[in-house]
């Protein structure tokens, strides 16, 4: 089987035995602004909070590359 798209509940050990799985990204990004104290409304909920926030931030960073419409990602410590 084959699974694509966004995916819910990526974390967790539910569901089917994972043999690869994998993000793509080609060419490069540039930050345009730094939004920190800054709330984006519209956003789309990518991931519960309770991973290290370091790694949390990565991941939220990495999902928002990793996806051509993607063009503004935040993360918070209360919500992921």
Known sequence: SCYQGLGEACFGSEGPEVVDAGRLQHGQYRVIAELTG???????????????????????????????????????????
């Open 38 to 80: 800054v709330q984006l409304m519209g956003l789309s909920f990518g991931f519960a909070a309770g991973s290290p926030q370091e790694q949390a931030i990565k991941r939220c960073r990495d999902l928002c590359l990793s996806l051509l419409p993607c063009q503004a990602w935040q993360y918070s410590s209360e919500a992921g």
